[in-house]
């Protein structure tokens, strides 16, 4: 690690950010994760990570902290308290976001914690696979200094980072495309029930879809995936979650989602 390279702290060492640690200490940084679970404590000291005991002990001495959580409710949890993430961390600390949720728990922190540290919204597109090859896409909303100083960190395992504006924008762009995705997969999935009624083989639909214009990467996916079925099984669980959170954030904006809404949650795919 060069004398530039800031201390990160990480917070939410599953399935998505293991692997981000991994990529940080590769490129250097002196990463202190917090993990409940002692074998991925162990592996991560064994690729050069530090394992620390508690959240507190994260923000310590880090000048960029990450936390990459499922949802609001265990951001809201680990961030909070005397012994929580933002009691703990410097002022100016840069604490970057990956849960996608809503901007009402961001300023809400924000407010708790007046003198605290500069936050960023980071939501992300893509899997472990893309996090291992440096390739994870992050979009990035914040102050621009923090975004600055986050953006030259995310990098170790993200690119494309598409910065967005101010606090909230990556996550208002990220449940947009969530919306429009689970739109997308309806629209597919009705469209493989036709193909059935023409007796048109679900091989031939996609593979025609692939080169015509009725082709997208939500048809994609569901090719990849071996059909709508084993598609809706696998990915149908955290569709339904981001459908719910766009819905709940449009409700705190009073923003109706119209024809995005009604497709999305009226499909063959149980996505309401």
Do not use: W
């Not at 201390?7 to 250097?28: I, Y």
């Not at 002022?91 to 976001?97: C, L, M």
């Not at 947009?176 to 679900?202: G, M, R, S, T, W």
């Amino acid at each position: 690690m060069t004398t530039t390279s800031p201390v990160v702290g990480f917070v939410g060492a599953g399935q998505m950010g293991e692997p981000m640690v991994l990529r940080l200490a590769d490129a250097g940084y002196r990463v202190q994760v917090y993990a409940r679970r002692p074998e991925v404590r162990e592996r991560l000291a064994a690729a050069g990570a530090v394992p620390v005991d508690s959240v507190a002990a994260v923000a310590r001495d880090a000048g960029v902290v990450i936390s990459c959580l499922f949802s609001d409710a265990q951001l809201l949890e680990i961030a909070r308290g005397a012994d929580g993430l933002l009691a703990n961390v410097r002022p100016g600390t840069v604490v970057v976001s990956h849960t996608t949720g809503t901007v009402s728990t961001l300023t809400t922190l924000l407010a708790e914690y007046p003198d605290g540290p500069l936050l960023v919204d980071a939501p992300v597109s893509g899997g472990a696979h893309d996090i291992a090859a440096g390739k994870l896409t992050v979009l990035l909303g914040g102050p621009d200094d923090a975004v600055a100083r986050a953006k030259a960190v995310l990098g170790a395992y993200a690119d494309p980072i598409i910065t967005t504006g101010e606090l909230g924008t990556a996550l208002n762009l990220k449940l947009i495309n969530n919306v429009l995705f689970a739109a997308n997969a309806q629209l597919v999935a009705a469209a493989v029930e036709l193909a059935k009624n023409l007796d048109v083989p679900e091989a031939s639909l996609f593979e025609a879809l692939g080169q015509c214009s009725g082709g997208s990467k939500a048809a994609g996916y569901v090719q990849s995936a071996g059909g709508v079925a084993s598609f809706g099984k696998v990915v149908a669980p955290f569709m339904r979650k981001d459908v719910a959170a766009c819905i709940e954030a449009a409700a705190d904006r009073g923003v109706d989602l119209g024809q995005l809404r009604t497709v999305a949650e009226n499909g063959p795919l149980d996505l309401s």
